[in-house]
């Protein structure tokens, strides 16, 4: 009876499994001839959990009654509202990216596959009450995304970049390892809410060490400042398609973790980690905007500016209160929408040849030659910066109402500030589609699929956005209730 | 009219218009939007002839609570009610100055324009906080394709500096917001606007918000973005910038510094006095050596908005009266000057000075108009510059002899650099070939600087007009102030030292504050 229980709150990873292990087996007989019908697939396997958790999120489900297999599997609102996102952000990569490949001639049918069991790993993540949950869903999706990234095989930078995110990502989840385990010797237990009651006493220094190497460990996987050095590289080399999926949905599946531990594990020494997480906050800004400047790439571009807003979400955080919980998955589900519509308009600029233009010089006067796409770009730069009436403000808005909230008044004041430089570089961006002359690179004409993708989620980011605030800020609301709970 | 949602009309108008520069063919752009700023005009027409003077403080309010934490609510009083009118009236003139001087992406140039009129309009009526904010910020996006795109030679460089300043200015206004929607419970300005503050919280709140208020207004030292985003804008760019968006900074002083922070803002009063009196001098004598014609007009709308600000923070009556009439009259005259440069700009593709020269000769009626905008600049009595130059300085005299000393050399200072201007481009020999074969006014000229010369007039000579909607809410405002009101010292004192004075009563003014804080809040 526990056991049935069990297996249907997993049922959209039962899917996932279940489904992808065929979809292998068809990829194996039909090859790659097949991989357009196993994309199809994929994206319906997806939209089929999408629909299987949205009642979780809807019902404000929490509590023991949806915690699966001991503990080690939380179905709850906030998992639900988590995967969502991802469910949404890895079917946008699917979608992406069968044109993307079938035009580089490199679509294979793994490629749909491993974006799948990657979305499994997330959901794992982000759903995780136990430590060991934890690293078995990071690792799943870690492998799959070290792949994903050098799935140019013949690309050397792809090979490049999948080269440096497995080298890296290993010794982060090394140190995570090593975090985890401090924190199991110290406390005796790897359960969320094991260690939480373990540690309501006080904190052992031992378990304070667990807790910065998790952390640590975590911020690679966040990209955080000073754990970032791997982003412009590997978003740079990876093909879009899955630098768009890094961007969206490991951020989401990451954040999402990093909310699970120190909520859930550490919740009850809450300021044993906030001022590292302001540490990482102010440095992420600060870092993510001076980086950004001197680049000539738009991939680079967004990889700083990726480092930059997670520094935004991370204030979030490290007000350690639900508004600020809740303000974190406000921001992070603008986020996704704002990071979509810039890789897409990225992959919609290719230039006589087919190739992908990348170089931000060759956007020149972009406005004239194709000023939708220009327009579309802008609106994703001013976002990002967090212009009002662009709906990027509002995430800002809802995090650093969360900080004044919580007192936080010096954080928020210089994080603030320091979105000022991030503004130069978004400007710049502007400037050279905008005010230079153009520079006649952009030729290729994109497919609809992109072109329908970008114009929903500039929309999302536009204006209109702030109608939805409600509704995000509700849904919010109840994931926070189920990761904080009342009391 | 009541009931009637004309301010989210007025707002809607030039919005859908936008869009449809966008996508109708470039020629018919211009059209389309001199229809809509001219619906607005009429708009605006109707709602000062509806606004009824004398009646509740708010008027026209609409609200709806459209998004999470905070609502779309509007609603205007008569500072707001003026200002709107200002705007809907030189939105029409830009867009009549741009009419042939733009040839190149005509439709985003005028989609451009006619969201700054969407956001202008939705600042003065914002009665939200945040929605406030949000009108006040995005401005900075149209403004800054303006400047980038249709701008002069150095354009990139004045777009930068104008959003980078601003944008850092508002930031920290935004977590001042946060702050005061945290202990207040509410975004609604009205309530905050007789909400009570604690004397301690009102000091930083007052300095984040001044970082704003001064950029935009603005005040020296932070004027610097000012001159190189007029020079560089188009013609149509620099009479909005000067005639509007300057405006919301003192508009931010009458709506938030002075009412939600009267205790601060008596404490700074001796800030903001020493920056607008360095304002006034420094920024006029740079003016007397420009040969840049915009350059030398930008620098004498720093030291016009010195003397309002001077005149807000004398906390009475004429003082606040006559920095809104200065606000309006600079609009007008700024923009009219302005404009009057783009006359002769057009023509000739020049802004140095020396390159004019006996315009009244082959120009004679353009000549009578700059004389008549240049005069006005000035404060010549008969025209719309005068009283509220004079109400200003009445109102500082009331409150510090020497600071209204010092500011009034600036209106000296005025009419030196601006007659200095006039006589080299007006008068003298006709030494330029080109400059004396340019043709006079044609119609579309004359459409745009009649109306801007009634009004002139018709503010210099009968101001009630203008004084009549806002007085109550500036005997309002003035009332609300007067429990930090620094005492003068132009007022006969019997025997006793006037030094010292404003610090006793900016004490007394803290204690009372302490007093009256419970009773706000209820």
Known sequence: MDFARSLALTAPEILISVSGLVLLMVAAWGGDKASRRISIASVAVLTACAFLTAPTLWGQAMGPDVSAFGGQHRADAFAAFAKLLIYASAGVTLIIAQPFFDKAKAMRAEFPLLVLFASLGMGMMVSAGDLLALYIGLELNSLASYVLASSLRNNERSAESGLKYFVLGSLASGILLFGMSLTYGFTGTTSFAGINAALSGGLPTGATFGLIFMLAGLAFKISAAPFHMWTPDVYEGAPTPVTTFFATASKVSALGLLMRVSFEAFGSQTQAWQQVVIFMALLSIVIGALGAIGQNNIKRLMAYSSINNVGFILIGLATATRAGASAMLVYIAIYVAMSVAGFVAVLLLRDENGEQVEAISDLAGLSKTRPWIALAMASVMFSLAGIPPLFGFWGKFVVFQAAVQADMIALAAIGIAASVIGAFYYLKVVKVMYFDEAADVVKGTGETSHTVLLVLSTLAISPLGYLGTKCLGTLADYATAALIPVG | ?522
């Open chain 2, 1 to 522: 009219m009541t009931g009637f949602p004309i301010l989210s009309l007025m707002l809607l108008v030039p919005l859908v218009a936008a869009v449809a520069c966008l996508v109708v063919p470039r020629e018919q752009a211009r059209s389309v939007a001199l229809i809509a700023t001219l619906i607005d005009f009429v708009l605006g027409v109707i709602l000062w002839a509806n606004y009824d003077i004398g009646g509740a403080q708010w008027q026209f309010t609409e609200s709806a609570a459209l998004f999470a934490g905070f609502s779309w609510k509007l609603g205007i009083d008569g500072i707001a009610l003026l200002l709107i009118a200002l705007t809907v009236f030189l939105m029409p003139v830009c867009i009549g100055a741009s009419w042939t001087s733009i040839d190149k992406r005509e439709g985003e140039y005028y989609a451009a324009f006619l969201v700054m009129e969407t956001l202008m309009i939705g600042v003065f009526a914002a009665q939200d906080l945040f929605l406030f904010y949000i009108m006040f910020e995005a401005g900075l996006i149209p403004m800054y394709l303006i400047i980038g795109v249709w701008g002069g030679a150095d354009r990139i460089y004045a777009s930068y500096k104008f959003f980078l300043y601003t944008l850092l200015g508002s930031v920290l206004m935004l977590i001042a917001m946060f702050w005061m929607v945290n202990e207040a419970g509410t975004t609604d300005i009205p309530t905050l606007m007789a909400y009570n503050f604690p004397v301690e919280a009102q000091t930083w709140l007052w300095l984040a918000f001044f970082a704003s208020f001064a950029v935009k207004m603005p005040m020296w030292p932070v004027h610097t973005w000012l001159p190189d985003a007029h020079v560089q804008a188009p013609t149509g760019g620099s009479v909005i910038l000067a005639g509007v968006l300057l405006k919301m900074g003192g508009y931010g002083f009458i709506r938030f510094s002075l009412p939600m922070f009267p205790e601060a803002s008596a404490q700074f009063a001796p800030l903001v006095f020493f920056m607008s009196m360095a304002a006034v001098v420094i920024t006029s004598l740079i003016a007397l050596v420009q040969t840049d014609m915009k350059k030398l007009i930008a620098y004498s709308s720093v030291a016009h908005m010195a003397i309002v600000t001077v005149g807000l923070f004398a906390f009475n009556q004429q003082g606040l009266e006559g920095s809104m009439l200065i606000m309006l009259s600079h609009g007008l005259v700024a923009g009219a000057l302005f404009l009057s440069v783009g006359v002769i700009y057009d023509r000739l593709h020049t802004r140095e000075i020396a390159r004019y020269g006996g315009l009244s000769i082959n120009m004679p009626y353009y000549a009578v108009f700059f004389l008549l905008f240049t005069m006005a600049s000035i404060g010549l009595p008969g025209t719309s510059g005068f009283v509220g130059e004079f109400l200003s300085l009445i109102g500082i005299y009331q409150i510090s002899s020497w600071v209204a000393l010092i500011c009034t050399t600036g209106i000296i200072l005025g009419a030196a650099y601006m007659l200095y201007l006039y006589r080299r481009v007006a008068y003298g020999e006709q030494k330029n070939a080109d400059a004396a074969a340019m043709p006079d006014l044609d119609k579309r000229e004359w459409a745009m600087m009649i109306p801007l010369a009634a009004v002139v007039l018709w503010m210099g000579v009968y101001p009630e007009s203008f004084i009549a909607p806002m007085r109550k809410d500036i005997a309002a405002l003035d009332a609300r102030l007067a429990q930090a009101k620094p005492k003068g010292d132009a007022q006969p004192t019997a025997g006793q030292g006037t030094s010292g004075k404003p610090m006793a009563a900016h004490n007394s003014g803290h204690s009372a504050a302490h007093n009256a804080a419970p009773e706000g809040a209820h």
